[in-house]
């Protein structure tokens, strides 16, 4: 697998770690329970870093040098699509001849790197979107910005090459063929999994007394990052509805904001952006 810009081993949430971390994985973790090892290839963002990490039985992930350790946004690591690729298959010319099978790649700018070592190794090559940029600027939230045009172009190329595509819904799919051309015998939907040893109904009151909050307290929670395409100055709002329509829930209401600074280049928001209006709510 080959995820360059955020690393599988890195906390959700923050940066640019969320869903697609969590995503890459489960499905190794998946793969390899059925005896599939997996490298997953990625960034180094530290020095500090080992070359290879086992992150499971039967997962590593490797560290690739490509540019600075620190200090580069997702925006500026086109132009290490190069070195990182030169060093991913270096890191496969080590191994024996037809060492990999498959390769994986998830987010256009792995789709890149993907594609040359598919023309190299060749094996097929499987690429999951993750984030479209062309759906994206369709649905532009306000002070968000426009994906740019090598993203398009990127995934355009990506599309292209793959030998198979990865949707995670029927939208996504007829999002692929609509907006990208994608050959529809090469779109397969696989609908992501729900680990129900995380995801089950708990006990409500325990859980408060965990985290410090009144049993009888009327919670509204966002959690994800902090970036106006997440929108978490809609349920802010909504909070402030509320209160005018009834002050006495003021005394009751807790409005959690879980998540950390976005890399899309609102890393530290300020009033009158969501961690204002946070402020004002509360």
């Not at 059925?34 to 960034?43: L, M």
Request: a negative charge; glycine letters at 10%; proline letters at 8%.
């Amino acid at each position: 697998m080959i995820s360059l810009h955020t690393s599988p081993l890195d906390q959700p949430g923050i940066g640019d770690a969320g869903g697609m971390n969590v995503y890459v994985v489960e499905l190794s973790r998946r793969l390899a329970a059925q005896g599939i090892a997996v490298d997953v290839f990625t960034r180094a963002t530290s020095s500090q870093l080992p070359p290879v990490v086992e992150a499971f039985d039967g997962v590593h992930v490797r560290h690739i040098a490509a540019g600075p350790f620190e200090g580069l946004t997702k925006g500026e690591l086109p132009g290490q699509l190069c070195a990182f690729a030169r060093e991913v298959l270096r890191a496969e010319a080590s191994q024996p001849l037809g060492h990999y099978d498959v390769v994986h790649s998830h987010y256009w700018l792995s789709g890149q790197v993907g594609a040359l070592a598919r023309d190299r190794w060749g094996v097929p090559l499987v690429h999951s979107m993750h984030t479209m940029a062309k759906v994206k600027n369709e649905a532009l939230a306000v002070g968000d910005t426009p994906r740019a045009a090598r993203a398009v172009i990127g995934e355009e190329q990506v599309v292209e090459a793959s030998d198979l595509l990865i949707a995670n819904t029927d939208l996504e799919a007829k999002q692929l063929m609509n907006l990208y051309g994608a050959d529809p015998d090469r779109v397969e939907v696989v609908h992501p999994g729900v680990d129900l040893s995380v995801f089950k109904p708990p006990d409500k009151r325990v859980v408060r007394r965990q985290l410090g909050l009144p049993e009888d307290a009327i919670v509204l929670m966002f959690a994800g990052r902090i970036q106006p395409l997440k929108a978490p100055d809609v349920l802010l709002r909504a909070v402030s509805v509320l209160l005018d329509r009834d002050p006495s829930l003021r005394s009751r209401l807790v409005v959690p904001i879980v998540g950390g600074p976005s890399g899309s280049g609102l890393e530290h928001p300020e009033s009158p952006g969501p961690a204002g209006r946070r402020a004002r709510a509360e």
